[in-house]
């Protein structure tokens, strides 16, 4: 089990956060998907933990402009999977966005897309 308030959120998300500010030991909230995506990565280069598949969900990076990340405080060792995780997630939305950027939606769209992403964390948190 781990300790949720021991636990990083970064996202770009703002019901994410609003859903887990108090529960959460710490949050990253930020501007983008791509900038998500090197903040896991920095975290995990310090010796984070992923809890959260940097991909999760069927939605291509060039259609969903918000993702949300869950990383454990610092192991103190760097996990060798976790870099390659992160790295090919970076590298696959570089690519994604290269053939077709994420369109600008309307406020409805949007939500729908933060739900998306909020349902992710949504399932995993109870597991803990």
């Known amino acids: 089990m781990f ?9 770009n998300n703002d019901r994410a956060v609003k859903k887990w500010e108090e529960s959460v030991g710490q949050v990253f909230m930020l501007d983008s998907y791509e900038e998500v995506l090197k903040k896991a990565r920095d975290l995990i ?12 969900s069927s939605l291509k990076p060039n259609q969903t402009p918000y993702r ?5 405080g610092e192991s103190g060792s760097v996990d060798g999977e976790d870099v390659c995780l992160i790295e090919k997630a970076i590298e696959t939305y570089g690519k994604w966005n290269a053939i077709k950027k994420v369109p600008e939606y309307d ?22």
Do not use: F, W
């Open 68 to 72: 949300t990340i869950l990383l454990y």
């Open 3 to 11: 300790d949720l308030g021991k636990c990083i959120l970064v996202t």
């Open 45 to 56: 280069h310090r010796g984070h933990k992923l809890l959260t598949h940097p991909q999760a």
């Open 107 to 128: 406020g409805k769209i949007a939500y729908d897309y933060k739900t998306i992403d909020l349902s992710m964390i949504e399932n995993v948190i109870p597991r803990l």
